[in-house]
């Protein structure tokens, strides 16, 4: 009696199992992307929202310094990177993943100089870019040509980034920051753009 009870045990254990994993493997049916792929998407949408925090940090350093029109810059370049989050959650969610609303923490506030800021902005960006490029190698390994076609606009946006980050950094060697010179350098952030032609 025992020994058939053990037995009625087990088999319920095993139908239930077996009923998970089929749940299981629906889901993952219904879902366009690996779950790696999945997994490196939602860490990517951690890694805009940081950026976007970031940025709204800088831009608020700027603004309390005296430096207006970088302000302005950081201010609108956390709103790109919210869009950037946003575009890559609504991808996970249009492949039937789920997309992870993240947690954001540790955004420095404090920057040793006008100069710093600028110099963070550009490792930060340099460090989005491989990301993406760690995405991408990933997507071709297992060939998943629809999230790589995703990702080239994300690639195309980080030639941008990079651009501009750079040219704002160029400024302080070109003005150079003596006398006036920060105040010059925020007056030229502002107008810093990017055309592929
Ligand atoms: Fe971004
Ligand atoms: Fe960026």
Not at 18 to 27: A, G, N, P, T, V
Not at 81 to 102: C, T, W
Request: glycine share 4%.
């Amino acid at each position: 009696m025992q020994i058939n009870y053990k037995h009625e045990q087990i088999h319920f254990t095993f139908v239930l199992l077996l009923k998970h994993r089929i749940m299981k493997d629906l889901m993952r049916i219904q879902c366009l992307i690996s779950q790696d792929i999945e997994t490196l998407l939602n860490q990517q949408i951690k890694k805009e929202a940081h950026s976007s925090s970031l940025y709204l940090s800088m831009s608020s350093w700027c603004d309390q310094n005296g430096y207006d029109f970088s302000a302005d810059y950081f201010l609108k370049q956390s709103e790109e990177e919210r869009v950037h989050q946003l575009k890559l959650f609504k991808y996970v969610l249009d492949m039937g993943g789920n997309a992870i609303s993240p947690e954001v923490s540790g955004i420095k506030t404090d920057f040793a100089g006008f100069r710093e800021v600028f110099e963070d902005a550009l490792e930060a960006e340099i460090a989005i870019t491989q990301s993406f490029k760690n995405i991408a190698a990933k997507c071709h390994k297992e060939q998943d040509f629809v999230t790589m076609e995703f990702l080239n606009w994300f690639l195309k946006e980080q030639r941008e980034e990079e651009y501009k980050a750079r040219r704002a950094l160029e400024l302080f060697e070109v003005i150079g920051e003596e006398g006036t010179g920060r105040w010059e350098i925020d007056k030229h952030v502002n107008k810093i753009n990017y055309s592929e032609a």
